[in-house]
């Protein structure tokens, strides 16, 4: 059974960073790994993505050089970390299985981490 | 880059009744769109991919259709737990949602 569990609640001040894992059980290090993130009231962002037994992440351009996702095999965990960290950071971080067959789409979810980010 | 614009943003829909959710990209996607539900306080669930191919679970009374840039949600009788945010996506591009509330 696929499982994604995430690490807890984050405060953080500005221009601190973040690093959120995402524990995968199951078949799940085969795909890929989506991070996606929810501001308070507003809609769905993608940040980025990495195959973990590949190793190489792909990263949306707004976030490429604040955002790095990497994974641990070993431990099957994938983690986010983001740095110089904003209030518009400010957000529930869902990490998310990836399938291709017919388009991408995102099959299993963590259930999400509230970053919170505030002086 | 294509943008994907989803309307109504808010429908409200009686229970029993049909809704019907559009999605439209801004340039042509083939078939490969997701719609997604998400309910308050949870994650996003996959409903539909290839737009018209139920994920694994959801009932029969969700259906998608379209192709290209023109999509469409359709809940033909809808149940109290059906009222939420709907998103669709093409790779890494969500759609602003809509949110379908009780009439």
């Known amino acids: 059974q696929v499982q994604l569990v995430q690490s807890g609640a984050e405060v953080k001040k500005p221009g601190s960073s973040v690093k959120v894992s995402c524990k995968s059980s199951?078949?799940?290090?085969?795909?890929?790994i989506s991070w996606v993130r929810q501001a308070p009231g507003q809609g769905l962002e993608w940040m980025g993505d990495?195959?973990?037994?590949?190793?190489?992440?792909n990263y949306a351009e707004r976030f490429r050089g604040r955002v790095t996702i990497t994974a641990d095999t070993s431990t099957t965990t994938v983690y986010m970390e983001l740095s110089s960290l904003r209030s518009q950071d400010t957000a529930v971080y869902f990490c998310?299985?990836?399938?291709?067959?017919?388009?991408?789409?995102?099959?299993?979810w963590g259930q999400g981490t509230l970053v919170t980010v505030s002086s | 880059e294509i943008v994907m614009t989803q309307s109504p943003a808010t429908l409200s829909v009686s229970p029993g009744e049909r809704a019907t959710l559009s999605c439209r990209a801004s340039?042509?996607?083939?078939?490969?769109l997701a719609w997604y539900q998400q309910k308050p306080g949870q994650a996003p669930r996959l409903l539909m991919y290839?737009?018209?191919t139920r994920a694994t679970g959801i009932p029969a009374r969700f259906s998608g259709s379209g192709s290209g840039t023109e999509f469409t949600l359709t809940i033909s009788s809808l149940q109290a737990e059906d009222f939420a945010v709907y998103y669709c996506?093409?790779?890494?591009?969500f759609g602003q949602g809509t949110k379908l509330e009780i009439k």
């Open positions: 990495i195959i973990p037994t590949f190793g190489s992440p």
């Open positions: 290839g737009a018209s």
């Open positions: 340039q042509s996607v083939g078939s490969n």
């Open positions: 996506q093409w790779k890494d591009t």
């Open positions: 998310a299985r990836e399938r291709t067959t017919q388009g991408a789409h995102l099959d299993y």
């Open positions: 199951g078949d799940t290090f085969n795909y890929g």
